[in-house]
C-alpha cells in the first residue's frame, strides 16, 4: 500500500501501479512511468527486522509449505524488476530502517536459479548502486522513476537456466554389494523428498509444454496458451484463439513474452482448460497408474478438460489428450482412491488402478496420444498444437479417431474460469476459519 500511495500521491510524474491479480508466475504488480511501457515487479519482503549493522549475505529466497520448497527464482517465473525489501533495528531509536533493492531481472545472478542453496547474498556488487533508503517523507519513489529510466531492456532474452534436481534414490548410488539398511539415519530418501522432486519434474515438463505449443502459436501466429493459477481446479493450462500480429510475434520471438495473459484477456473470451500430468518412469501402453490425488484433481471440476498425460516418462514424451468426461470409474475404483488419498506410496492400502481402466471408452491410453518423442531433435510441436486448435476452432473433432466430440462443450469463458477460482479461495478461508473454532469447542467439551 505505501508502493501504491507514493506512486498516486507523492509524484509529480505520472507514475501508475496496478496489481497483476490473478495471473501467476509473473509478478505482484506493474508499473508505467510517463505513459511508457508497463514493467511487472515482483515484490519480496523478509519477515525479520536485522540488527543495525547486519549484513544482506544469507538471505532467504525460499518458502515452506507442506514439506514442500518453493523457490522465489525459477525458469518460469519471470518478471522486468525485483522489489526486495528489509528492516533494521536503529535501537534505542523506536523507529526501524527500511531499505529496498529494485533490481532491473537481468542483473541477477544466474546462481540464484540454479543453486539449492535456500540463500542469496545482496552485498554482491552489481546491486549495490540499486540499494536505496524507504524514507517516510516518499522521496524513495524518485529513486525508482530514476531505475526505470535507465533501464528501457531490463529483462534478460532468452531463457533463464533451470533448477535440476537430482532424482537418483540413495539405493541406485551405492556401490554393489552396499546395502540401505546400513546407511546412517537420514541418508533414505523420504516419501517427502520424492513428492519434491516429483514436483520440480512436473515443473520442468510443464515448463517444456508451455514453451513447445507458444513457439508453434508464434509461428503460425495462431492460438495462445495461458497459465492458470496453481491453486486452480480448471487446470494449469488454457488455450485460445489468438492472431498475432507481427510485433507481438517479434517480442515472442526476442523475449519469449507472450502477447497476452490471463489477466488481460477480455471477460467474454472463450479457452480450453488443460491439466498436464507427467510421471517419473515410463509406462506402458495402458498409461500411468493415477494416484488418489490425481483423481482427486480430475474430479475437484465439472468443467470439461483436456487431460494431457505425459506418458513418456521423464526422458522422453508421448503425450495422450484425454477429454476428462472419458474418466469414469467405478464404484470400487473410487473406494481405492478413498482409502489411498494421504498415504505415500508404501503405505496403500490398495493397488492404484491404470489409466485405461479408468475410460469409458473402452479404449487404451496409447490410442489417445497426439504425439511422439517430442524432445528429439527431430520432432515438432504442431501436432498438439493442431490439436489443440481444433478443439477451440471447430464444432466437430475426432479424438481419438473414430470418436466424435463437441468441440464447444470444452469452452469456457475467462469470466467462468476466475470466478470459479476466486470461489474456490474464499471457500478455502471459510475452511479455515473454522477449523480453530472446532478445535477449541472440542477442547470445551473435555
Known sequence: MDIYQAATYQSSESLELDFVGLQPRLADFKL???????????????GR??????????????????????????????FDFLFFQFEFSQLPNPVNRIEFFFVPERLIPDSWYTSDSEHADFEIAELKEYRFHKDEDGEWIGHIKEVLRQ??????????????????????????????????????????????????????????????????CAESRSGLLV??????????????????SQPDQDMWRRYQRPPQFMHTLPPAVEMILITYYTRHEECSYQGPPVTAA???RINASKDNRLLIWDIGGADTTMLALIPSNDIRPTEAQREKFRSNFGLSAEEWKASTPVLSSLLCTGLQAGE???????????????????????????????????????????????????????????????????????????????
Open 294 to 296: 490425481e483423481f482427486c
Open 49 to 78: 527486522v536485522r540488527g543495525r549493522n547486519s549484513l544482506l549475505t544469507q538471505v532467504p529466497i525460499t518458502r515452506s509449505s507442506g514439506g514442500y520448497i518453493w523457490w522465489y527464482f525459477c525458469q518460469i517465473d519471470r
Open 32 to 46: 508505467r512511468l510517463d505513459n511508457g511501457p508497463q514493467r511487472f515487479v515482483q515484490h519480496k519482503q523478509e
Open 227 to 244: 497459465c492458470l493459477s496453481r491453486s486452480s481446479s480448471s487446470g494449469d493450462f488454457g488455450f485460445i484463439l489468438y492472431e498475432w
Open 368 to 446: 489417445y496420444t497426439i504425439s511422439g518423442d517430442l524432445f528429439s531433435c527431430g520432432c515438432s510441436w504442431d501436432r498438439v498444437w493442431r490439436a489443440l486448435h481444433k478443439f477451440a476452432a471447430e464444432d466437430v473433432v475426432e479424438h481419438p479417431p473414430r470418436r466424435l466430440r463437441q468441440a464447444p462443450d470444452f469452452r469456457y469463458t475467462v469470466t467462468h474460469v476466475l470466478s470459479r477460482l476466486v470461489c474456490e479461495h474464499h471457500l478455502r478461508s471459510r475452511l479455515e476459519e473454522r477449523v480453530p473454532d472446532t478445535e477449541a469447542d472440542a477442547e470445551g467439551e473435555d
Open 151 to 216: 533501464n528501457p531492456h531490463p529483462r534478460r532474452p532468452g531463457m533463464r537456466p533451470a533448477r535440476v534436481a537430482s532424482s537418483e534414490s540413495p539405493e541406485e548410488i551405492l556401490e554393489p554389494g552396499d546395502h540401505a539398511e546400513g546407511l546412517p539415519v537420514g541418508t533414505l530418501g523420504t516419501s517427502a523428498h520424492g513428492r519434491a522432486v516429483h514436483a520440480q519434474l512436473m515443473t520442468s515438463k510443464q515448463r517444456d509444454f508451455f514453451y513447445g505449443v507458444m513457439n508453434e
